[in-house]
């Protein structure tokens, strides 16, 4: 079966992030989500979701994804989170006869404003050309902690060598390019490494509230 889609709206919230921790809303939400998925309780499921996701999904509509993935996939027996980059939060969900991958996003009350399901698949481990190395960086200001990674090629401990900064795109992407929206490509990380084997540092790091950066502002006041 092919990626399911719901629905992406944009989100607004107002409360702190800690990445990499699933926050009590989320973990509600999550709960919620499955029990009344597992019990088919159309109404149940559709009384979670937001207003404005209410003007795009009719309970039919919900009923007959509901059938859909219980057909293809049966029961969702669990839900292990991954990760939030807000406003996503991963999950593996475990159900009978496969293994997906679950994105829940919450609009600022709480509610479901859209999810998704997508073939889950292990991390992969990235590996460094020979001679390359790589160290994590961080960097803390008043509101938020920067993770990041330098990767310096192999003349670098004896010479000076210029040094590319890589600034990750649009929406919840990571230092390695990949997003909880479905992009898993690694494609910062393979420019990295090939830029280290032409003999060029470089320096790649996760925006506030994406990966293992962390940001105490409300995710709107640091949007531009």
């Given at each position: 079966?092919?990626?399911?889609?719901?629905?992406?709206?944009?989100?607004?919230?107002?409360?702190?992030?800690?990445?990499?921790?699933?926050?009590?809303?989320?973990?509600?939400?999550?709960?919620?989500?499955?029990?009344?998925?597992?019990?088919?309780?159309?109404?149940?499921?559709?009384?979670?979701?937001?207003?404005?996701?209410?003007?795009?999904?009719?309970?039919?509509?919900?009923?007959?994804?509901?059938?859909?993935?219980?057909?293809?996939?049966?029961?969702?027996?669990?839900?292990?989170?991954?990760s939030l980059t807000l406003?996503?939060?991963?999950?593996?969900?475990?159900?009978?006869?496969?293994?997906?991958?679950?994105?829940?996003?919450?609009?600022?009350?709480?509610?479901?404003?859209?999810?998704?399901?997508?073939?889950?698949?292990?991390?992969?481990?990235?590996?460094?050309?020979?001679?390359?190395?790589?160290?994590?960086?961080?960097?803390?200001?008043?509101?938020?902690?920067?993770?990041?990674?330098?990767?310096?090629?192999?003349?670098?401990?004896?010479?000076?060598?210029?040094?590319?900064?890589?600034?990750?795109?649009?929406?919840?992407?990571?230092?390695?390019?990949?997003?909880?929206?479905?992009?898993?490509?690694?494609?910062?990380?393979?420019?990295?490494?090939?830029?280290?084997?032409?003999?060029?540092?470089?320096?790649?790091?996760?925006?506030?509230?994406?990966?293992?950066?962390?940001?105490?502002?409300?995710?709107?006041?640091?949007?531009?």
């Amino acid at each position: 079966m092919k990626k399911l889609l719901l629905l992406l709206l944009p989100m607004f919230f107002s409360y702190l992030l800690f990445a990499q921790v699933e926050p009590a809303n989320y973990k509600s939400a999550s709960t919620r989500f499955q029990k009344f998925y597992n019990d088919h309780a159309v109404d149940s499921l559709y009384s979670c979701f937001s207003v404005a996701a209410k003007k795009v999904i009719s309970p039919d509509k919900i009923a007959g994804l509901i059938t859909q993935l219980q057909t293809g996939y049966g029961k969702l027996n669990t839900l292990q989170f991954i990760s939030l980059t807000l406003p996503v939060a991963s999950y593996k969900a475990g159900f009978e006869k496969s293994v997906m991958e679950m994105s829940l996003i919450l609009d600022s009350e709480n509610k479901i404003a859209g999810f998704y399901f997508k073939p889950y698949q292990e991390k992969a481990n990235l590996t460094l050309s020979p001679g390359l190395t790589e160290n994590p960086i961080e960097v803390k200001t008043a509101d938020a902690t920067l993770a990041g990674s330098i990767i310096l090629p192999a003349k670098s401990s004896t010479a000076k060598v210029p040094v590319v900064l890589i600034i990750a795109g649009s929406g919840p992407t990571d230092r390695n390019g990949n997003s909880s929206l479905g992009i898993s490509s690694n494609s910062y990380f393979l420019l990295a490494d090939a830029l280290g084997k032409a003999g060029i540092a470089t320096l790649r790091y996760d925006k506030r509230a994406i990966g293992k950066s962390i940001s105490k502002k409300n995710v709107n006041d640091v949007r531009f």
